[in-house]
């Protein structure tokens, strides 16, 4: 999904073909009129494009708890027989003190019109106790999954800032999917690529780094902010995916690439088990080091996330190369148990596989990367 944008200017079937051909099925834009929203469901659905509305009643209802949950009913109505509607955008980034409400919200919604989930986005770890509404993050999320009950956990955090990467990134992510499987739930993650505040314009490796780190540790549901270019002067906005005119920019070139190999693994990944996620040195707050018993026993001369995932009775792990700013070279040794690898590929190359003989004790393999990019290996015991 992309959010937001494109501008209430630019809704028309050419606008919607440009998300799709980027690579996205799912849209979301801050134009809170009904009429607004009408006007884009059209174009949206003749270029394949659901669209997640948000519409500015709602919003209205989570601040008043006076209004009549009935006041959602015009709402469900106006929007829910369209084929182009996803779904219904609540509120993003509450606080705690909110969640009562937008649970009575959800629930409503839930039983007017199962067919169309309800969405809410979570802060990031770097929220504070003030924005949070509780004393720490675990607290703000656990919370959230109590009392709201969604079909789906959605959270932002934006890592590459000007300084380098943020410390408690990957303390999110194990945050975030900690949660999810605690509750059952599939976990939503964002990549950004719009430049403002701290965050540089992005480069192919920013984006991907935030993608398969994503992936690596089993998100379901994949986000950038933003699509359309923000207005206002206040965090120093430069281009989204798109200029204010609705050009693209060199950010949704890399994008398109990009997502062109996330679609290409997305039905196989998006099948699997997320059974554990570990990196190599060195290791980032809170993170897990690979076991010296392990399936990866020990990588050298790469930052690298390893996540390791389970389908149909097979073993798969996805390394990502920490490193956004250069190529790497890994040396990875490999548990004794390991028979071979077989790489399922994100693009038309042609799969690699390694293989080592019975009697070699230490099975190491040397894997090549991108800065920021992922390689996934089918492992055969």
């Given at each position: ?7 209430k200017?630019?809704l ?26 009408l ?8 270029a394949?494009?659901?669209?997640l509305i ?14 009549p ?36 919200i ?7 019109d ?14 504070t ?35 380098g ?22 976990f939503?993650a ?16 920013h ?68 059974e ?11 993170c897990?080091?690979?076991a ?22 097979d073993?798969?792990?996805?390394f ?19 028979k071979?690898?077989i ?17 070699e ?5 040397a ?15």
């Amino acid at each position: 999904m992309t959010w937001p944008g494109p501008d209430k200017s630019l809704l028309t079937l050419e606008t919607y073909q440009q998300i799709a051909e980027a690579g996205f099925s799912l849209n979301m834009s801050f134009y809170g009129e009904r009429d607004i929203n009408l006007k884009a469901l059209d174009p949206a659905q003749q270029a394949g494009i659901q669209l997640l509305i948000q519409d500015s009643r709602i919003a209205k209802l989570v601040e008043d708890t006076s209004l009549p949950l009935t006041s959602l009913d015009p709402i469900i109505a106006v929007y829910k027989d369209h084929p182009a509607f996803w779904g219904y955008f609540i509120l993003d980034e509450p606080n705690a003190a909110k969640f009562d409400r937008i649970a009575e919200i959800f629930a409503y919604l839930k039983d007017k019109d199962p067919g169309h989930p309800a969405y809410v986005n979570l802060f990031p770890t770097y929220a504070t106790p003030q924005q949070l509404g509780t004393e720490t993050y675990e607290q703000h999320v656990e919370s959230y999954l109590e009392k709201v009950k969604p079909t789906f956990l959605s959270y932002d955090h934006y890592p590459i800032t000007s300084t380098g990467l943020r410390e408690d990134y990957y303390l999110n992510l194990e945050i975030i999917r900690g949660m999810a499987e605690k509750f059952a739930l599939p976990f939503w993650a964002f990549t950004l690529v719009t430049a403002h505040a701290v965050y540089p314009p992005p480069t192919a490796a920013h984006i991907r780094l935030q993608l398969f780190s994503d992936l690596a540790y089993g998100a379901k549901g994949l986000q950038y902010f933003t699509y359309g270019t923000p207005t206002g002067s206040d965090f120093d906005w430069k281009s989204g995916l798109i200029d204010p005119q609705g050009k693209p920019t060199l950010a949704y070139e890399f994008a398109s690439e990009i997502n062109q190999q996330v679609r290409q693994i997305a039905s196989l990944v998006g099948s699997w088990k997320s059974e554990a996620v570990y990196h190599s040195d060195p290791i980032p707050k809170g993170c897990q080091p690979l076991a010296s018993d392990g399936l990866i026993q020990k990588v050298q001369s790469c930052p690298m996330v390893i996540g390791i995932f389970s389908a149909a009775g097979d073993t798969y792990v996805m390394f990502v190369n920490r490193d956004y700013e250069s190529d790497r070279m890994a040396m990875v040794r490999f548990s004794p148990k390991v028979k071979r690898l077989i790489e399922v590929v994100k693009d038309s190359s042609t799969p690699a596989q390694i293989r080592w003989s019975q009697d070699e004790k230490e099975k190491t393999g040397a894997l090549k990367f991108r800065a920021g990019d992922a390689r996934i290996f089918k492992v055969i015991l």
